[in-house]
Structure formats: C-alpha cells, structure tokens
C-alpha cells in the first residue's frame, strides 16, 4: 500500500510541475488531467472511493474540458508568458524556501490527530461495512444540511454568474422565435397585396 | 482495495504495450525525413493562420452550465446510496437543493442561454 | 420560534430570482426596489433577535448580539449601494436585474459569514460572498477595465481561497475538527501551543488580509477599485469589509484567544504597514477611486489597531469606528458617483475642481465627509480614531499610537487637498449637473451625521459596547 502510495504520489508531484514547466498551455491541460488520475488512485488508496470518482467525472470530465476551451479563447501567445519569468524567479524561490521550511517545522514535531479524536471517522464507518459514499451521504444531508445547501446556493450562484458574464441577450441572427410568432396579432401583421 | 487489482493489471499491461509500441517502431523503423514529408499538411494548402483560433464565448457558457448540473448529480449519488437511513429530513433537504438549482434552471431557461441561434 | 434572517433573505432570492426573467420593461428597477423590499424586511428579523444567543444548524453558525448587529450594518450599507444603483444614471451594461440579485446573494454570504461557528461554514460562506464580488467587478461587460479588474480580483481571490484552505487543513489536521469550540478547547487542554495550529492561523490571516485588502496584501485594491464600475467599488468597500471584519474579530477573540501573543504581533505588523501604505501610497494618485483605495487600505490599517489587545474595548471602538466608516465612504463615493461627464462616469481629481462655485452645498457636504475621513476633529472620523488610539495607549502600545498618528497627518495631508482643489480651483464648467435631488438629500444625511456625531457619542459606545458583551460570553 505504502509502496503504491509512494508511485503515485511521485507521478502527481512530476506531471503537477509539469503543468507548471510545460511551454504549450495544451499539454499544461494534458498533464492536468493526468495529475488528476493519480490523485485519483491516491485517494483510492485511502477508501475514499466517492472522492476519487467525483474527481474523474467532475474534473477530468468537465472541469478539464473547460481549461481546454479556455486555453483555446485566451490564444495564448507562448513567448510573453516566458517573459519576466527570470526577473521573478528569485523571489518565487526565496517564498518557496521560506514555505518549505515552514513546513518541515510543522511536520517536523510530529503532533497528529490520533482517529478517536475526530467528530465522524470515516474509518471506522467503512470498517463498520459501509462503504465511503455511503458513510458521506449519511451526514452530508443530515448533520452537514447547511453546508450542502449553502453549497447549493454556490452552484446557483455560478449559473448567474455564467449568464450575466458570457450570455448575450441581443440576438443578431436573423432568426424568428416561435413564441413571438405565436403571439403575433393579426391587426400588428402588414399586409401585401 | 481488491477490487481494483484489475484495473491496476490493466494500467500495466497498458503501459507496457504503449511504451512498447512506441519504442519498436522507433527502433525498427525506417526513416526517411525530407522538406516535403516534414511540412505542414492541410488540404494541400500551405495553412492560413494558426492553428488555434479562438471559439465563441456561447462554448463557455455551455460548458460551465454543464459543470454546474454535472456536480449536482454528484451529489445525487450520495443521497441515493443512504437513501433508507437519511430518513425524511435526508429527502427534503435534497429536495430544497434541487428546487434551488431547478428555479436557476428555469431562470437560464427563460433568459435564453440554451438557446442557439 | 425564531425566523433565521438568512435563510428568508434566501428564499427572498430565489423568489425574486424566478420572477426576473418576466419582467419586461425597466427589469432592474423593479427588482431593484424588490430586493430593497426584502432587505428592509430582513433587517426587521435581524433587530428583532438581536439579544438571542443560539447555536443554529448543529453548530456550524451561532447567532449572538455581536453578529446581528453587524448584519444589520451590512444590509444597511447594501440597501444603500442597491438605492444609489436605482437613483444615479449607470452605464448601460449595469442596467440589468441581475445586479441587485447578485448584490443580494453576496449578502446572504456576507451574513453567513459573519455568524460562521466552524471553518467548514466559514470557508463556504466567504466563496459565496467572494464569487458574488467577482461577477459584480466584472459586469460591465463592455468595459474592458471592468474584465481586467474582474480577472486580477479572481485570480487573487482565488490564492486567497487557497491559502485559506490550507491553513485549516492544518488546523483540522492538528483537532480533528473545525468547529471554533472544539478548537478553543483543544488549545486550553494543551500544554504548549504547537506549532502547526499558529502556523495554520497565520495563513488563514494572510487570507483575510488579503480579502479584506490589509497591507502587505493590499497589491489589488487600487487596481480592482480603479477598474471595477463606480457603485461595484462602492460595494466593494463597505460591506465586504464589515464582514471580514466581524470573521476576523470572532476567529482571533474566541477560539484563538489564548495564542493572542502569537497572532497580536502579525496584527500588528499588518496595521502598521496598512497605515503606512495607505497614506504614502495616495499622495501621488490622480484617480479618485484609487485614491480611495489607498485610504481603504489606511484605515483598515487604523482599524485593525483596535484588535491587537483582543479585549472588549478593542472590540467596541472597532464597531464604532467601522460605522463611522461607512458613513464616510457611502458620503464619498456618492459625489464621486455623480461625477458625469456626457451621462459617464469620470473619476479624475481635475475635474473636481472648482465644485465648490457650481455646487455649493453639495461642496460643503463633501468637505465635511472628507474632513471627517482624515480625523479633524470634531467629525465622527476623529471619534473614531481617538477610541482607537485611547486603546491602543491604554494597552502601553506607544510606538503604534506614534506610528498611526503620524500616518494620519500624512493622510490628512491628501484630503485637505482634494477639499482645497474643490474650494479654490478654478472650476471645470463641462461636468453635468449634479442634478438628482435625491443623492443631494442623502449626501446631506451622511455628512450630517458626521457633524453631529460629537453630540450623541455616548449612544454608539453604549450600543456598541452592550452588543460586544456576547462575544465573551463564550469564554
């Protein structure tokens, strides 16, 4: 298990810089969807089936979808990205420096939950003979309602946010719309004899 | 985690036929590069502009509401495994949920944003 | 049996939302005046269980006098935003229903947020609230500032989500859970602190500071101020900020409480830089609205002062002080939103000059509230910032108070002149007339209060300081 866990998480970490180092934004999107399997699998490994399934459905088929239809409307000129880049670069690996030292402090003492603390162990559920979406759907609509509505209010949000962004109401095609067809009156009809 | 030892055999067979493939016809093959067989191909015209026009925004708008219903059927899968246990308050707060992203529906419908004309 | 004011301000939304798309003829003034409708009556929900003290939805947000009394700023300052978007001439691409409901939604998640009990919550209320901001910078979609500033807005706050979510997966890691009680107790059952709880707080910090545009996160603010349309950075610059402002007080005063001495220094460090950026940063600028973007980030800096005791007091002048605030930059974003020239919008410091020989009361009004931003005494600016200094010495905090004062010289310095350029320029005659009577009316209101603000102090400190009880209560 650990092995695996070892493998794919050194493919995660490659592919991810990839995304970062790849000069065409098209095989950035490509690696993307890559990192996206192996986290998969990484989550797999961990039992949590429905986060591993929801992140190829949503991510890799939609969410992947939309970066490559993104990519496609920036036009991307390859040459301007590159520029500056050595000017930042010092200062990016400085933070980077900083943030990696951080983290080895952190990591460093050793101070972990140990799972009797946590509120709801998945763990113990999935031992328990559920399986992992069903111990999620068993509070996400119960205990976590709130979230899962205010989530709701989100995703209705986007919509709007969609429309009023990308969504234009002038319409320039010379096209009839049946409903103004339909209720069209006969005195407001030209006639032409 | 058994049931998944298939597909990770699969991963590896499939990695060893493509790396394979790929690594026979580069070694076996024969290559004869010239101007001709190296330039670009496109109805036997040299190419116009590039290869990467821009699309309509209406694409994007699209796409995005399909990422939108798309993760609410994702939270339809959960709902529908604990169906039994969740009891009526698991039912209606579903509910409540749809209904929310049924009226944003039905407002996208009347704007017109499914329309293509 | 109490009727949660956020959730019938949601279902005020989805109602207004599925009527919209019939209305025909002047779309976003009606549904303009319906949400007015329903935040008026939201507000009404709000004050009526203002002195309730419940945990609601298992815990995940509580509703206490401290949150009900921000919220009902909140709604105040948005229905005033919503007012001054049905009143003024806008561009044409922000005639459109959407933008009150999108106000409205960014509302709903700024009232979430400010009675958020658990980083979860938390976390999903302020993307709601942000993702509103985002669509509202962008909307005017024809304007090519108002995307960029749409973009650079995203792409900050979508660091500022990340970040915020990577602090309190350490946070979680270390409690294994979110809730702000849980943690509280987890740190009073410790020993020492450990390290990786103050590590996770400091980036939730850094977040915040970045939403609520703290200096040294403040990179955004001029720019997303300058490009965004005028009534949006109105919005941007009121409401939002109360709201932060009420996470920031309940996450650092309730469950981080006993690490004050950790966080205490960071705050201080973001106010003293806020102050200083704030006031160097606008002498030079030749844009009203980003000057009010540096004069945001001064003081926000000055505000920020008030927390670093985490006590009570602190709390009640930055109540205070946020009130006076808003008054403040509703008064100046309204003149600046008047300034017309040929029905759009210009927001160039030359073209005030000389509104004093044109408008005279309008020029009074405006002096006042400008004066009352830099602290002249006896304006509600300069209450403001003597209870906030009056802490901050009380606390032994010497080279802070130094600090703040003398940044609000500096400040005072480019608002006088602005007041200069509008008394004695020589005036611009190709701006058209402020002639909306209504704007004239409420400019008058809100400087007015500034004025008078000195008769009645003791109202706002008592109010105020009966309504910070319950944030302690907890403890």
Not at chain 2, 64 to 72: G, K, N, V
Not at chain 3, 233 to 251: C, D, E, H, N, Q
Not at chain 3, 435 to 455: A, D, R
């Amino acid at each position: 298990m650990l092995f695996f866990f070892f493998v794919f998480s050194f493919i995660v970490i490659i592919s991810s810089l990839s995304v970062v180092f790849s000069s065409n934004p098209v095989h950035s999107v490509l690696f993307l969807i890559f990192t996206f399997f192996n986290t998969a699998v990484i989550f797999l490994l961990f039992n949590a089936e429905f986060l591993a399934m929801t992140l190829i459905i949503v991510y890799v088929g939609a969410v992947a979808v939309l970066f490559l239809f993104v990519v496609m409307m920036l036009n991307i000129n390859d040459s301007l990205m590159k520029e500056g880049f050595l000017k930042y670069f010092p200062f990016g690996l400085l933070l980077i420096c900083i943030f990696f030292g951080e983290l080895y402090m952190i990591f460093e003492s050793n101070v972990f939950i140990t799972p009797s603390d946590i509120r709801i162990s998945i763990s113990e559920l999935v031992d328990g003979g559920m399986d992992n979406t069903k111990s999620i759907g068993l509070f996400l609509y119960t205990d976590y309602f709130i979230v899962f509505q205010i989530s709701g209010f989100l995703l209705l949000l986007a919509m709007i946010g969609a429309i009023v962004l990308a969504h234009n109401e002038k319409i320039n095609t010379r096209y009839n719309s049946p409903i103004d067809q339909k209720i069209l009156n006969k005195k407001d009809v030209i006639k032409l004899n | 985690m058994i049931e998944y030892i298939p597909i990770l055999v699969f991963i590896v067979f499939a990695l060893i036929f493509s790396v394979g493939a790929f690594s026979l016809s580069i070694l076996v093959g024969k290559k004869a590069y010239y101007p001709e067989k190296m330039s670009t191909y496109e109805c036997g015209f040299e190419p116009f502009d590039e290869s990467r026009g821009k699309f309509e925004v209406k694409f994007y708008l699209v796409a995005i509401l399909f990422i939108i219903f798309d993760l609410e059927i994702i939270f339809l899968f959960p709902w529908a495994v604990a169906f039994y246990e969740i009891g009526l308050f698991g039912y209606l707060s579903m509910i409540f949920f749809l209904v929310v992203l049924t009226i944003g529906f039905v407002y996208e419908w009347l704007k017109g944003a499914l329309d293509w004309n | 049996m109490i009727i949660i004011p956020e959730i019938f301000l949601s279902i005020g939304f989805l109602l207004i939302l599925f009527i919209t798309p019939f209305i025909k003829i002047n779309a976003h003034v009606k549904v303009g005046y319906f949400t007015l409708l329903i935040i008026f009556l939201t507000q009404f929900f709000v004050l009526k269980d203002i002195f309730l003290f419940e945990e609601i939805f298992n815990g995940f947000f509580v509703i206490d006098s401290f949150g009900s009394f921000l919220k009902s700023i909140i709604l105040i300052s948005a229905g005033l935003v919503i007012y001054f978007y049905l009143i003024i001439k806008n561009e044409k691409s922000l005639l459109r229903p959407e933008f009150s409901l999108v106000i409205l939604i960014s509302i709903i998640g700024m009232m979430l947020m400010v009675s958020a009990n658990n980083l979860l919550s938390l976390f999903l209320s302020m993307e709601l609230q942000s993702l509103a901001l985002y669509i509202l910078v962008s909307f005017s979609r024809e304007d090519i500032n108002s995307s960029e500033a749409g973009v650079k807005y995203f792409v900050i706050g979508s660091l500022s989500t990340c970040i915020f979510l990577f602090g309190s997966s350490l946070i979680y890691g270390l409690v294994g859970s979110t809730d702000f009680s849980n943690i509280s107790q987890f740190m009073s059952d410790q020993y020492s602190i450990p390290i990786m709880l103050i590590v996770g707080l400091i980036f939730i910090l850094v977040s915040l500071s970045l939403k609520i545009s703290a200096a040294p996160f403040h990179m955004w603010t001029p720019d997303v101020y300058q490009g965004a349309p005028t009534i949006v950075t109105t919005f941007l610059s009121t409401a939002p900020k109360v709201a932060v402002f009420a996470v920031l007080i309940r996450l650092l005063v309730f469950p981080f409480g006993e690490i004050i001495v950790d966080w205490g220094k960071i705050v201080i460090i973001l106010s003293i830089s806020s102050m200083i950026i704030g006031s160097l940063g606008a002498l030079k600028q030749t844009d009203l609205k980003r000057l009010m973007a540096y004069s945001t980030i001064n003081h926000i800096g000055f505000i920020m002062m008030g927390l670093v005791p985490g006590s009570e007091d602190g709390i009640t002048a930055i109540s205070i002080y946020l009130i006076f605030y808003l008054t403040m930059n509703l008064g100046a974003f309204l003149v600046i939103l008047n300034m017309q020239r040929d029905q759009i919008n210009v927001t160039s410091i030359k073209d005030l000059s000389g509104l004093y020989k044109n408008e005279p009361i309008l020029a009074a009004c405006f002096a006042v509230i400008l004066f009352s931003m830099a602290g002249i005494p006896p304006l509600a600016g300069f209450i403001g910032k003597l209870l906030i200094l009056n802490i901050v010495i009380d606390n032994n905090l010497f080279f802070l108070a130094i600090i703040a004062v003398l940044t609000s010289v500096i400040a005072a310095f480019y608002y006088i002149r602005l007041v200069k350029s509008i008394f004695f320029d020589p005036p611009v005659h190709d701006l058209d007339n402020f002639s909306n009577s209504q704007s004239k009316f409420l400019l008058s209101i809100l400087s007015l209060f500034n004025l008078t603000v000195i008769l009645y102090p003791q109202f706002f400190l008592n109010l105020c300081a009966s309504i910070t009880l319950s944030l302690f209560a907890l403890k």
